[in-house]
């Protein structure tokens, strides 16, 4: 039977054409976003203002004292290697997903080790991230170790990483 | 591909956010739906949204393909709504086996505004991975090697949801279906 002619298949066909029909939003819905959106694009554009400046201060201060400024280092927060794991004897496969790699279940998969425990390590720089495992596709298990996110855009299942640079450890 | 969404990216990248107001209008009335009829709240299709075109302010450095920005920005809305029904713990597995037909409205489903209401009702009896499937299949009108992408799940897994969520919505709303035929 060619599927145009199936029965289930017209059905189908037209129930998505039901729902396909516009929903309503809060009209204020696009002004929120582009709030947030201009927010931090000032945010990033004032970001290297601050590197000059502290930089030209780091120039100033050095001549003052008499030093070349050749000796002013600009400080630019260095990538850190973060090891992830979790316990997982029974899985099949468990990626990571997190702030760091834009939630994409196929970006950062680990690899499985000795005892069911699967590794990963990803080069972060210092921060505050939220992540969580995603193990067999489809269950999300966060890492018992950390603390819990709780009250930003995640319910349960994910937890808190601060990488903080090893040179102020 | 849309070379417009191409230069826009360009254009956002350099500094120009207001034009990535132009891309959201492009796809905020799909990606509404979407959301909307998967996670049927409005609220929660709104904070969705919300976060969705944000996230994708935030990383459009990393949208390796920009002529791809809306598939590339579906990814990421497709990520968050799993987030958000992960986050609500689920209440829509204890719906329990019952039938649409058990809340059915005195006025009828001669009312097309009814109809649809009873097609979203029925639709939350799904696991939402059925439903997820059914809406990329037949809402969104994708193919399942575009469906494969999306998900990360094999062609014959997608299918299967498939298969699966148009048996059950045919069980829900089959009876009123042929009598509205």
Redesign the interface.
């Known amino acids: 039977m060619h599927a145009a002619d199936d029965p289930t298949e017209k059905f189908a066909q037209s129930i998505g054409r039901e729902l396909r029909s516009p929903v309503e939003l809060s009209p204020d819905l696009d002004d929120r976003i582009m709030k947030e959106v201009r927010r931090r694009a000032r945010r990033s554009r004032m970001r290297p203002l601050f590197l000059w400046g502290g930089l030209a201060a780091a120039a100033l201060m050095a001549i003052a004292v008499g030093m070349t400024t050749r000796s002013a280092r600009l400080t630019v927060p260095p990538m850190e290697r973060v090891a992830f794991g979790l316990e997982a004897p029974a899985a099949t496969r468990v990626t990571l997903v997190g702030d760091f790699n834009n939630w994409d279940p196929d970006a950062t998969p680990l690899v499985r080790s000795e005892h069911g425990r699967w590794e990963t390590v990803v080069p972060l720089e210092p921060g505050r991230y939220q992540f969580t495992f995603v193990v067999d596709g489809s269950r999300w298990v966060r890492d018992p170790r950390l603390p819990a996110a709780v009250g930003e855009d995640f319910g349960e299942p994910t937890s808190v990483i601060t990488i903080i640079p090893v040179s102020r450890l | 591909m849309n070379d417009g969404d191409a230069l826009l990216v360009t254009r956002v990248l350099g500094?120009d956010?207001n034009a990535?107001?132009v891309l959201?209008?492009r796809y905020?009335?799909r990606f509404?739906?979407y959301a909307?009829?998967l996670l049927g709240d409005?609220g929660d299709?709104?904070?969705v949204?919300?976060?969705t075109?944000?996230?994708g302010?935030?990383?459009l450095s990393?949208c390796e393909s920009p002529e791809k920005f809306g598939a590339w920005l579906f990814?990421?809305l497709v990520?968050?709504c799993h987030?958000?029904y992960?986050?609500?713990?689920r209440k829509e597995e204890n719906l329990g086996s019952s039938t649409v037909a058990d809340t059915r409205p005195a006025r009828g489903y001669g009312n097309?505004e009814a109809?649809?209401e009873e097609?979203?009702r029925a639709?939350e009896y799904l696991p939402l991975?059925q439903r997820e499937a059914?809406?990329l299949?037949?809402?969104e009108?994708l193919s399942y090697e575009e469906m494969e992408e999306l998900t990360?799940?094999g062609i014959s897994a997608l299918k299967m949801r498939?298969k699966r969520a148009?048996?059950r919505?045919?069980e829900l709303?089959?009876e009123v279906?042929d009598a509205r035929s």
């Open positions: 500094g956010e990535y107001g959201m209008a905020r009335d509404a739906r909307f009829r409005q299709a709104e904070d949204l919300q976060e075109f944000i996230r302010y935030r990383f990393q990814r990421i990520n968050r987030s958000a992960s986050g609500r713990g097309d109809w649809r097609i979203e639709l991975e059914f809406l299949k037949y809402v009108d990360g799940m498939v148009c048996e919505l045919r709303l089959g279906y």
